[in-house]
């Protein structure tokens, strides 16, 4: 059985996943932004291999995270989930950067720099990434007026693009992203069409399964299939450009393959 470490997984996609690869006798390393987040797990916290605790919109926290995860020993997968959908403001972090950036782009970029390297990683995406082209001009939000929906479909796009940059680095690594679909949880709401069981498979799938067509990677997926992602996403250049300037804003190298 495998273990398996799931970011933002106090509800939602991330605790449908936990509880599917729970139930199907895997370990799984719980993740919870807050003391009390993770005190109100209940049930689940139970049944998880561990509880790990830190808000991933501040860089010092997120090393804690890995840090926290590194004590724990490798991970055969890793499940990015966590992630933040519309922010009124560009707001700022403990460090200065955009909320929405910090935490569905440069905290997984941290984790994955810096917790040991699993066998696989998953990178929980949206459709809307196709809207997010041209962002690394002004990648923190610092010049352009904020826009919500465009920081999120960037940071959608930035996620895409760092799975597919690893599957082409880190070889040993099989390395996907996933687009759930709308989903109805608390963030995506009441009224879409997609239920959370349909959500949270995919991601689950690649973690474990044994089935050869989830043993691949650099995969864009939604539902159990391989789609195209945007041109951006695939092209090694913007890879590159992307990494480089998250080495940057962060401090942190990304390991060499």
Known sequence: MAIIF??????GLGRAAAESLLDQGHRVVLHARSADRAAALGEIASRSARVVVGDLQSAA????VADQVNAIGRMDAIIHNAGIYTQPSRGSTPEGHAVTLAINTL???LLTALVERPRRLV?????LHRGGEGSLSDLDWTTRAWDAAKAYAESKLQVVALALALARRWPQVLSNAVDPGWVRTKMGGSGAPVDIDTGRQTQ???AVSDDPKALVSGG??????????????????FQDALIDKLAKLTGVTLPEG
């Open 123 to 127: 990178y929980l995406s949206s459709g």
């Open 204 to 206: 689950a799938w690649l």
């Open 220 to 237: 864009y997926w939604h539902h159990l299939r391989q789609q195209q992602p945007a041109d951006e996403a695939t092209n090694p250049d």
């Open 61 to 64: 926290e997120t090393k804690r």
């Open 6 to 11: 799931i970011t933002g997984s106090t509800d």
């Open 107 to 109: 905290a997984p970029y």
